[in-house]
């Protein structure tokens, strides 16, 4: 495992993620992240602050060091060479809605400058991409069957309405003026799972990949 100790008290980190993992080298970064480095020849990193959970995981061959620049620039030194990883910066909005985004989260851009979000437990809605004074606020959709959260296939027409193949789904999904509507037998004698949607603005005509090209 992998511990703070301070003074008498002393903490596991990262209890669940490093659990029979052998631990070759650590290091906390000025920023707070955790960079852990594993026998499996796998990288892991934190969000800055977090002790429990990483965001970033990569395999990595024979990593034998960590270094910091004054620039915050991360040097990791291992069998492919020295490496420079440079940290983005970013937001997490994982727990700014409600419900909570939990489980497989699908994001894909719909017409109006939105984004719509597939979370679990059909928690389904979108977000303005564009406006900067309020950038989470969110518009929830309404739907009257349920699907399994991953959006696989996705288009749009000439009439701003979104088409969507959620994985495991043998039937189409419609969203408008955020409403999914589920077009139970649009697609006919199908019974695999949709494996593609396009639509074709010369013809103005829909074109779905089932057991047979329709």
């Not at 906390?28 to 990288?43: E, H, I, M, P, S």
């Not at 960590?66 to 937001?91: S, T």
């Not at 700014?96 to 109006?112: A, K, L, M, R």
């Amino acid at each position: 495992g992998f511990f703070e100790i301070e003074g008498k008290d002393t903490t596991a980190l990262f209890k669940d993620e490093l659990r029979d993992k052998y631990i070759l080298h650590t290091y906390k970064d000025k920023a707070g992240r955790f960079w852990v480095y594993t026998l499996k020849n796998q990288l892991m990193v934190s969000a800055p602050g977090d002790k429990q959970h990483f965001i970033y995981k990569t395999p990595m061959r024979l990593v034998s060091g960590f270094c910091e620049d004054k620039e915050g620039n991360m040097w990791v030194a291992g069998l492919d060479g020295l490496l420079k990883m440079k940290a983005v910066d970013y937001d997490s909005y994982d727990k700014s809605f409600t419900p909570h985004v939990t489980g497989n989260c699908s994001v894909i851009t719909i017409p109006g400058g939105r984004l719509l979000v597939s979370a679990a437990g059909n928690n389904l809605f979108s977000i303005s991409s564009t406006d900067e004074g309020n950038p989470i606020k969110k518009y929830p959709v309404k739907q009257s069957d349920t699907h399994y959260e991953i959006i696989d296939y996705w288009c749009s027409d000439d009439k701003g309405r979104t088409f969507l193949i959620f994985r495991e789904e043998g039937d189409l999904f419609m969203l408008q003026n955020n409403q999914l509507k589920f077009l139970n037998g649009l697609v006919k004698e199908n019974i695999h799972p949709l494996t593609g949607v396009a639509y074709s603005a010369r013809t103005h005509k829909l074109y779905v990949c089932a057991d047979s090209f329709q």
